[in-house]
């Protein structure tokens, strides 16, 4: 999470560089239950990873839950997949490259740990980059 999705559009603007990208399955962890105990700075480091607040909106859901005393309380609760968070950035990945490939790297139990993108910001090359590309992610 230390690459602010600023330098990846700017990665992406120069259409001449081809990028490795790890991506850590670990951000799910500064996803709080609920939004409320989400610290402020987990807030802000998520928007600068993901470029925008557009990760909240997918995240997390708007509930009722009935209180006999209180009456009803609206809560915003986490609900999404360990995957999910992955797929968002995939998508913008996609939105910025035109050509994205991944794999997922899992530990000795098949959980996933990271995933690992190679992205071609040259449209030019990137048929090529990501035959090449694709042949190292599934020959790992």
Not at 112 to 136: D, T, Y
Request: aromatic content about 12%; glycine content about 2%.
């Amino acid at each position: 999470m230390q690459v602010n999705w600023s330098t990846i559009e700017a990665v992406a603007a120069t259409k001449k560089l081809d990028v490795w990208i790890l991506f850590p399955f670990s951000v799910n962890r500064l996803l709080s239950r609920t939004a409320e105990e989400m610290p402020i700075d987990h807030v802000q480091a998520l928007n600068r990873f993901f470029g925008s607040r557009e990760w909240f909106e997918r995240f997390y859901r708007q509930t009722v839950q009935t209180n006999i005393f209180f009456g009803d309380e609206l809560q915003i609760e986490k609900a999404c997949p360990l995957d999910s968070v992955a797929k968002l950035y995939e998508e913008k990945l996609r939105s910025l490259f035109p050509d994205v490939a991944s794999k997922v790297l899992r530990n000795s139990h098949n959980q996933p740990l990271f995933q690992l993108f190679f992205v071609a910001s040259n449209p030019k090359g990137s048929e090529i980059a990501l035959r090449i590309a694709n042949h190292i992610l599934h020959n790992m």
